[in-house]
Protein backbone atom coordinates (compact mmCIF):
# COMPACT_ATOMS: atom_id res chain seq x y z
CA UNK A 1 0.00 0.00 0.00
CA UNK A 2 3.14 1.97 0.52
CA UNK A 3 4.61 1.70 -2.52
CA UNK A 4 1.42 3.12 -4.38
CA UNK A 5 1.33 5.83 -2.12
CA UNK A 6 5.05 6.62 -2.78
CA UNK A 7 4.51 6.07 -6.82
CA UNK A 8 1.81 8.85 -6.40
CA UNK A 9 3.95 11.10 -4.53
CA UNK A 10 6.57 10.78 -6.79
CA UNK A 11 3.71 11.61 -10.01
CA UNK A 12 2.57 14.93 -8.29
CA UNK A 13 6.10 15.61 -7.68
CA UNK A 14 7.25 15.64 -11.32
CA UNK A 15 3.96 16.84 -12.62
CA UNK A 16 3.94 19.68 -10.58
CA UNK A 17 7.37 20.60 -9.91
CA UNK A 18 8.33 24.48 -11.74
CA UNK A 19 10.77 24.18 -14.31
CA UNK A 20 11.48 27.38 -16.19
CA UNK A 21 11.63 27.65 -19.99
CA UNK A 22 14.52 30.47 -21.33
CA UNK A 23 15.17 31.37 -24.72
CA UNK A 24 18.18 33.00 -25.41
CA UNK A 25 19.97 35.01 -28.21
CA UNK A 26 22.69 32.85 -28.71
CA UNK A 27 25.28 35.45 -29.60
CA UNK A 28 24.96 37.52 -26.87
CA UNK A 29 23.81 35.24 -24.77
CA UNK A 30 20.92 37.70 -23.39
CA UNK A 31 17.71 36.22 -22.08
CA UNK A 32 14.68 36.98 -24.92
CA UNK A 33 12.17 35.50 -23.12
CA UNK A 34 11.35 33.17 -20.15
CA UNK A 35 8.68 31.25 -18.47
CA UNK A 36 7.87 29.10 -15.38
CA UNK A 37 5.77 25.95 -16.12
CA UNK A 38 4.64 22.73 -14.71
CA UNK A 39 4.18 19.55 -16.79
CA UNK A 40 0.68 19.71 -15.51
CA UNK A 41 0.64 23.10 -17.24
CA UNK A 42 1.65 21.64 -20.69
CA UNK A 43 -0.39 18.72 -20.56
CA UNK A 44 -3.68 21.22 -19.68
CA UNK A 45 -2.57 23.82 -22.62
CA UNK A 46 -1.98 21.13 -25.12
CA UNK A 47 -5.38 19.19 -24.30
CA UNK A 48 -7.09 22.63 -24.67
CA UNK A 49 -4.99 23.62 -27.84
CA UNK A 50 -6.34 20.32 -29.29
CA UNK A 51 -9.26 20.54 -28.53
CA UNK A 52 -9.61 24.45 -29.64
CA UNK A 53 -8.24 23.10 -33.40
CA UNK A 54 -10.91 20.23 -33.46
CA UNK A 55 -13.19 22.75 -32.62
CA UNK A 56 -12.56 25.30 -35.24
CA UNK A 57 -11.85 22.48 -38.19
CA UNK A 58 -15.30 20.85 -37.38
CA UNK A 59 -17.02 24.47 -37.54
CA UNK A 60 -14.90 25.39 -40.57
CA UNK A 61 -15.73 21.93 -42.47
CA UNK A 62 -19.70 22.00 -41.03
CA UNK A 63 -20.53 25.93 -41.67
CA UNK A 64 -18.43 26.57 -44.68
CA UNK A 65 -18.81 25.85 -48.35
CA UNK A 66 -15.18 23.89 -47.69
CA UNK A 67 -17.72 20.59 -46.62
CA UNK A 68 -18.49 20.38 -50.38
CA UNK A 69 -14.65 18.99 -51.31
CA UNK A 70 -15.56 16.20 -48.83
CA UNK A 71 -16.73 13.14 -50.54
CA UNK A 72 -20.22 12.05 -49.50
CA UNK A 73 -21.20 16.07 -49.34
CA UNK A 74 -22.94 17.79 -52.44
CA UNK A 75 -23.63 21.20 -52.60
CA UNK A 76 -27.15 22.85 -51.42
CA UNK A 77 -27.55 23.89 -55.28
CA UNK A 78 -26.95 20.58 -56.70
CA UNK A 79 -29.76 19.33 -54.21
CA UNK A 80 -32.25 21.99 -55.24
CA UNK A 81 -31.57 21.67 -59.06
CA UNK A 82 -31.73 17.79 -58.17
CA UNK A 83 -35.18 18.24 -56.24
CA UNK A 84 -36.44 20.54 -59.01
CA UNK A 85 -35.62 18.73 -62.04
CA UNK A 86 -37.20 15.00 -60.33
CA UNK A 87 -40.60 17.68 -59.68
CA UNK A 88 -40.16 18.83 -63.50
CA UNK A 89 -39.77 15.00 -64.67
CA UNK A 90 -42.88 13.93 -62.60
CA UNK A 91 -45.31 16.51 -63.91
CA UNK A 92 -44.00 15.59 -67.43
CA UNK A 93 -44.47 11.58 -66.94
CA UNK A 94 -48.50 12.75 -65.73
CA UNK A 95 -48.76 15.28 -68.68
CA UNK A 96 -46.94 12.08 -71.31
CA UNK A 97 -49.59 9.72 -70.12
CA UNK A 98 -52.29 12.17 -70.50
CA UNK A 99 -51.41 12.73 -73.92
CA UNK A 100 -50.78 9.11 -74.71
CA UNK A 101 -54.84 8.32 -73.58
CA UNK A 102 -55.90 11.35 -75.72
CA UNK A 103 -54.48 10.13 -78.60
CA UNK A 104 -55.06 6.79 -77.97
CA UNK A 105 -58.81 7.15 -77.93
CA UNK A 106 -58.86 9.79 -80.93
CA UNK A 107 -57.05 6.95 -82.86
CA UNK A 108 -59.95 4.27 -82.18
CA UNK A 109 -62.64 7.25 -83.50
CA UNK A 110 -60.29 7.61 -86.49
CA UNK A 111 -60.08 3.78 -87.26
CA UNK A 112 -63.84 3.05 -86.27
CA UNK A 113 -63.09 0.63 -83.06
CA UNK A 114 -65.27 2.49 -80.78
CA UNK A 115 -66.39 0.95 -77.71
CA UNK A 116 -69.92 1.33 -76.91
CA UNK A 117 -71.31 1.36 -74.09
CA UNK A 118 -75.16 0.24 -73.54
CA UNK A 119 -76.48 2.65 -70.95
CA UNK A 120 -79.80 1.72 -69.16
CA UNK A 121 -81.61 5.33 -68.79
CA UNK A 122 -83.72 4.28 -65.75
CA UNK A 123 -80.35 2.79 -63.99
CA UNK A 124 -78.50 6.38 -64.63
CA UNK A 125 -81.26 7.96 -63.34
CA UNK A 126 -81.30 6.10 -59.95
CA UNK A 127 -77.86 6.20 -59.45
CA UNK A 128 -77.91 9.76 -59.59
CA UNK A 129 -80.24 10.21 -56.76
CA UNK A 130 -78.55 9.89 -53.61
CA UNK A 131 -80.06 7.59 -50.78
CA UNK A 132 -80.02 9.20 -47.43
CA UNK A 133 -80.36 6.25 -45.12
CA UNK A 134 -82.65 6.41 -42.95
CA UNK A 135 -82.35 6.25 -39.12
CA UNK A 136 -84.55 6.35 -36.15
CA UNK A 137 -84.32 9.05 -34.39
CA UNK A 138 -87.24 8.38 -31.18
CA UNK A 139 -85.64 8.61 -28.21
CA UNK A 140 -84.92 5.49 -25.87
CA UNK A 141 -86.06 4.47 -22.47
CA UNK A 142 -83.24 5.48 -20.83
CA UNK A 143 -82.85 9.34 -22.48
CA UNK A 144 -86.71 9.69 -21.60
CA UNK A 145 -85.66 8.62 -17.86
CA UNK A 146 -82.72 11.13 -17.99
CA UNK A 147 -84.73 14.09 -19.73
CA UNK A 148 -87.55 13.72 -16.88
CA UNK A 149 -84.58 13.91 -13.96
CA UNK A 150 -82.59 16.81 -15.86
CA UNK A 151 -86.14 18.93 -15.91
CA UNK A 152 -86.95 18.02 -11.84
CA UNK A 153 -83.44 19.26 -11.31
CA UNK A 154 -83.96 22.30 -13.17
CA UNK A 155 -87.44 23.25 -11.82
CA UNK A 156 -85.91 22.57 -7.80
CA UNK A 157 -83.37 25.06 -9.45
CA UNK A 158 -85.56 27.82 -10.46
CA UNK A 159 -87.86 27.31 -7.28
CA UNK A 160 -84.76 27.79 -4.78
CA UNK A 161 -83.09 31.24 -6.98
CA UNK A 162 -87.44 32.47 -6.66
CA UNK A 163 -87.38 32.67 -2.94
CA UNK A 164 -84.42 34.34 -2.45
CA UNK A 165 -84.97 37.13 -5.20
CA UNK A 166 -88.55 38.32 -3.02
CA UNK A 167 -86.39 38.39 0.14
CA UNK A 168 -84.18 41.01 -1.49
Known sequence: MSEKRLKRKKLHKKLFTKNRLVILNED???????LKLTLMNVFVVASLGAIFLIAVT???IAFTPLREFIPGYSSTKLKKDAMELALKSDSLTNILKKNQAYISSIQKVLTGKLDYAK???DSILAVAVDSIPKTDLSPS?????LRAEVEKENKKAQESAEPKKKKK
Open 28 to 34: TFEETFS
Open 58 to 60: TFI
Open 119 to 121: FNK
Open 141 to 145: EAELV
